[in-house]
Structures are given as structure tokens and as C-alpha cells.
């Protein structure tokens, strides 16, 4: 079955960096367009970052454009999350979501366990 | 971007009440829009898609209607697994941007 596992996250310092991984599992990794989404507690899902199944394009929330570089490594299913330049309201839970299309239509069929990224000095 | 809006934003019920959750787009998104469910602790999942389509493995007890801009998700006969907080995501344009949630509450 289809399996993300996040990790990387942790307490860092406003300005620092930290990288996200998504380790993926199931199925043909290379097929699909990958996306970072986060919660910050308490609070609704907010996208951030898109790559396709080649790495050939990426988007990124206004939020993060210029200091969050997604990436990916099809030769070992992992997705990756750059985090430069932390700001308090990076806090959140960050999620690895799969994108497939059933019907022509954009889903997020599959979520990855979440990782807690704290900014706090 | 588009924004998302949802009402109500929580709502108590009892098991075996019809629910119904009210999902706003802020332009047209066709048929584009996604329904998720979130439980305390865990990642969403996806319930609906294409306004209407249920996705493989929920219960039949769940629906979606709607297209423009105005949507709804309906739970028939409220369960106790389904108490959560209810998402809708429009997917017409980049960013697919999330509603605010709904809480199922247990009345």
C-alpha cells in the first residue's frame, strides 16, 4: 500500500534552516507530482509547494517563494522540503501529499504521518 | 487566489443526525473541489472529489453536491468515527487552497 513517512522536523531558531524528507513507499514514485502542505496548530491546511513527477517544474506558495526549495530523488522515492531563512509563522506541521488525477480531477489521495517543525528562539 | 469559505465553522450533532457542511468558492471552480476529513492527530483524507465522486473505501453515508461556486457535503447518518473537522479544497486553479474547516462536534 501507499506509504509517505515525513521527517526532519524539530525546534530551530528564527533565520536558521532545516530539510524535510518524505520517504515514499507502495507504488511507482516517479509517476507522481508531489506537494509539501502545513498546519500550523490549531489551525486549516495550507499548500506549499509543488514539484512534478520529473522535477522538471515546481511552484511554490507566495508564503515560502524564495526561502523553501522543494526537491526530489526518484532513484531513492524521497521528497525533499529546503527550509531557509525560518520565521515564527513557519510553525506547523508539514505533510508529504501524493497528487493523482481519478477522473481528471486533482486529489491528494495520500498523506504522509505529519512533522513538527517549531521556529521559536 | 481563490479563496475558500465554510459554514458553519462547527456544529454539534448526535449519531445517526444528517449533517449537511456548506463550502463557498470565491469565483467559479466548475466541479473542481475536493471534500477531506481530519481527526485529531492524523493527516487528512479525502473523502469526495469532483464535487460529487466518492472516493474508493468511504461510506456511502457521505455525499457531495454543488458546482459554481456553491458546494455541500452531507453526512446521511452521522457516525461516531465521523466526528472530525471537514475540509474542502478547490482544485480549478493553482493554488488549490483549502477551506477554513468545519468541527463535527458530538452534541
Known amino acids: 500500500q501507499v506509504k509517505l513517512v515525513e521527517s526532519g522536523g524539530g525546534v530551530v531558531q528564527p533565520g536558521r534552516s532545516l530539510r524535510l524528507s518524505c520517504a515514499a513507499s507502495?507504488?511507482?514514485?516517479?509517476?507522481?507530482?508531489m506537494h509539501w502542505l502545513r498546519q500550523a496548530p490549531g489551525k486549516g491546511l495550507e499548500w506549499v509547494a509543488v514539484i512534478w513527477y520529473d522535477g522538471g517544474e515546481r511552484n511554490y506558495a507566495d508564503s515560502v517563494n524564495g526561502r523553501f526549495t522543494i526537491s526530489r530523488d526518484n532513484s531513492l522515492n524521497t521528497l525533499y522540503l529546503q527550509m531557509n531563512d525560518l520565521r515564527a509563522d513557519d510553525t506547523a506541521i508539514y505533510y508529504c501529499?501524493?497528487?493523482?488525477?481519478?477522473?481528471?480531477?486533482?486529489?491528494?489521495?495520500?498523506w504522509g504521518q505529519g512533522t513538527l517543525v517549531t521556529v521559536s528562539s | 487566489d481563490i479563496q475558500m469559505t465554510q459554514s458553519p465553522s462547527s456544529l454539534s450533532a448526535s449519531v445517526g443526525d444528517r449533517v449537511a457542511i456548506t463550502c463557498r468558492a470565491s469565483?467559479?471552480?466548475?466541479?473542481?473541489l475536493n471534500w477531506y476529513q481530519q481527526k485529531p492527530g492524523e493527516a487528512p483524507h479525502l473523502l469526495i472529489y469532483g464535487a460529487s465522486s466518492l472516493q474508493s473505501g468511504v461510506p456511502s453515508r457521505f455525499s457531495g453536491r454543488g458546482s459554481g461556486t456553491d458546494f455541500t457535503l452531507t453526512i446521511s447518518s452521522l457516525q461516531p468515527e465521523d466526528f472530525a473537522t471537514y475540509f474542502c479544497?478547490?482544485?480549478?486553479?493553482?493554488?488549490?487552497?483549502f477551506g477554513p474547516g468545519t468541527k463535527v462536534e458530538i452534541q
Open positions: 479544497q478547490q482544485t480549478f486553479s493553482r493554488p488549490h487552497t
Open positions: 469565483q467559479t471552480i466548475v466541479g473542481y
Open positions: 507502495g507504488f511507482t514514485f516517479s509517476d507522481n507530482g
Open positions: 501529499a501524493r497528487e493523482t488525477y481519478p477522473s481528471g480531477f486533482s486529489v491528494f489521495d495520500s
